[in-house]
């Protein structure tokens, strides 16, 4: 069953076009990744999908819905940023119970909620800690956590990875898989790294110049890619050509 599903998104900034026509589609519980070059358009296709972008044409349908135009609030998503967008004066608790306070979820919810949330990320100790004094992984959980605590049937994952070094790049793949694996949440996840999409995604969208030049899984880009900007991207060392 099909989730979300792109139309011919156009999206532009002044003379310039982020997003030239895109189409997409994901299905329901898949871990899809989008793979591109710096300025390809892919924090912009996120941004649109979350409605923090209002698209110029084209069509975005999410759980059957037409949300082209729909606010923010009620479409069911969260997004986690590059820069983790924590809240820096809040602590660890009140940052992964601020959503939940705008929804006006009563207080005794709320403390069940974060305590579940800290526990399965391993953060429970940070609770009355503020942003500034964790180290980069628990500032990632965190964010991951205020974006979990939500509940969402889509999560989008604009380049999460990039602050953070070899190791712990490594081990958040793994607790990204493994949470995908145990919620069963459709996840977008977009990246300029390969090496993340190829291991992370069940299919990957090769993103260029605001187009999508092929789609597949793993093997399929790696085996037939569609032209020569696809073998260039995917594999390790670089495809001779």
């Given at each position: 069953?099909?989730?979300?599903?792109?139309?011919?998104?156009?999206?532009?900034?002044?003379?310039v076009?982020?997003?030239?026509?895109?189409?997409l589609?994901?299905?329901?519980?898949?871990?899809?990744?989008?793979?591109?070059?710096?300025?390809?358009?892919?924090t912009?296709?996120?941004?649109?999908?979350a409605?923090?972008?209002?698209?110029?044409?084209?069509?975005?349908?999410?759980?059957g819905?037409?949300?082209?135009?729909?606010?923010?609030?009620?479409?069911?998503?969260?997004?986690?940023?590059?820069?983790?967008?924590?809240?820096?004066?809040?602590s660890?608790?009140?940052?992964?119970?601020?959503p939940?306070?705008?929804?006006?979820?009563?207080?005794?919810?709320?403390?069940k909620?974060?305590?579940?949330?800290?526990?399965m990320?391993?953060i429970?100790?940070?609770?009355?800690?503020?942003?500034?004094?964790?180290?980069?992984?628990?500032?990632?959980?965190?964010?991951?956590?205020?974006?979990?605590?939500?509940?969402?049937?889509?999560?989008?994952?604009?380049?999460?990875?990039?602050?953070?070094?070899?190791?712990?790049?490594?081990d958040?793949?793994?607790?990204?898989k493994?949470?995908?694996?145990?919620?069963?949440m459709?996840?977008v996840?977009?990246?300029?790294?390969?090496?993340?999409?190829l291991?992370?995604g069940?299919?990957?969208?090769?993103?260029?110049?605001?187009?999508?030049?092929?789609t597949?899984?793993?093997?399929?880009?790696?085996?037939?890619?569609?032209?020569?900007?696809v073998?260039?991207?995917?594999?390790?060392?670089?495809?001779?050509?």
């Open positions: 069953m099909t989730a979300l599903r792109i139309n011919g998104l156009v999206k532009r900034y002044g003379s076009i982020a997003l030239d026509g895109l189409d589609e994901v299905a329901e519980g898949e871990f899809f990744a989008i793979l591109g070059p710096s300025a390809a358009g892919k912009t296709t996120l941004r649109a999908i409605g923090l972008e209002r698209a110029d044409a084209g069509r975005i349908v999410f759980a819905q037409d949300v082209t135009h729909a606010p923010v609030q009620g479409r069911d998503m969260a997004m986690i940023f590059q820069t983790f967008a924590l809240y820096p004066h809040l660890t608790f009140d940052n992964l119970a601020y939940l306070r705008e929804r006006r979820v009563a207080g005794a919810e709320i403390r909620r974060v305590d579940a949330i800290a526990a990320l391993g429970g100790h940070t609770l009355a800690r503020r942003p500034g004094t964790l180290s980069g992984g628990e500032q990632q959980r965190l964010a991951i956590g205020r974006a979990l605590i939500q509940e969402p049937k889509l999560l989008l994952l604009d380049e999460p990875l990039s602050n953070l070094d070899a190791k712990l790049r490594h958040t793949r793994a607790e990204f493994r949470l995908h694996r145990e919620l069963g459709t996840m996840y977009a990246t300029p790294d390969q090496l993340e999409a291991t992370m069940e299919r990957i969208a090769v993103l260029r110049e605001g187009r999508i030049v092929q597949g899984t793993p093997d399929d880009l790696y085996l037939r890619p569609a032209d020569q900007f073998a260039r991207m995917v594999g390790a060392p670089p495809m001779n050509l």
